[in-house]
């Protein structure tokens, strides 16, 4: 058996009851539990793998601190490719019981009001890793190392001035470049 005490397969946690103890929870979480992370992974993710620290503030708040990944395909808009991406989220995140504490909380934190004792572990992550997921599939969209291997390749102002594709070997090669391109461009 993995993980902390009482979740079984439900994957809701008692934060607070965490925090009294200073436990953590670690598992696997399947991406299903996940609506809105399924909807922009679909298919192509499985799980998460979630590590949470919880333990109390000096002020007795709920604190939850830890990291939350996955792997999934992302789509290319440059090159049509489907890359795999690993998404990885910090969490750093007080469990309150009322939105007066949130405000209350210097601005700047993580908040999650929760009025349950129990509550889904999507609630405490989800936003976290939309917010690191990546928009692209290849990591840099305008610097796409398969676009002139794909089958679609956006005609763009960068690409209308390059006469060679073998200056597109490295990424620095790109990026100066793209500079070139500028420089002469913008008279
Ligand atoms: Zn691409």
Same mark, same amino acid.
């Given at each position: ?10 994957? =809701?946690?008692?934060? !607070? &009851?965490? %925090? ?6 670690? #598992?696997?979480?399947?991406? $299903? +539990? ?5 909807? =922009?992974?679909?298919? !192509? &993710?499985? %799980? ?6 919880? #333990?109390?503030?000096?002020? $007795? +708040? ?16 440059r ?59 290849c990591?840099d969209r305008d610097a796409c190392?398969?676009a ?8 763009s102002?960068e ?15 790109v990026?100066?470049?793209l ?9």
């Amino acid at each position: 058996m993995r993980g902390a005490m009482g979740i079984g397969r439900s994957f =809701l946690l008692d934060p !607070r &009851a965490l %925090a009294r103890s200073g436990k953590s929870w670690a #598992g696997i979480v399947p991406v $299903g +539990r996940f609506d809105r992370l399924t909807r =922009l992974a679909g298919a !192509r &993710a499985t %799980a998460v793998d979630v590590r949470l620290d919880f #333990g109390l503030d000096d002020q $007795g +708040r709920c604190r939850a601190r830890g990291s939350a990944r996955l792997r999934t395909g992302v789509p290319c808009q440059r090159c049509a490719r489907t890359v795999g991406r690993a998404v990885e989220a910090d969490i750093d995140l007080f469990v309150l019981a009322s939105e007066a504490e949130a405000r209350a909380l210097t601005p700047g934190h993580d908040t999650c009001v929760v009025t349950d004792p129990r509550v889904p572990i999507a609630e405490l992550i989800e936003d976290d890793l939309l917010l690191n997921f990546p928009e692209h599939g290849c990591e840099d969209r305008d610097a796409c190392p398969h676009a002139r291997l794909g089958a679609y390749r956006a005609p763009s102002p960068e690409c209308a001035g390059e006469s060679s594709d073998a200056r597109r070997d490295s990424p620095f090669a790109v990026l100066q470049g793209l500079a070139a391109t500028q420089d002469s461009g913008a008279g």
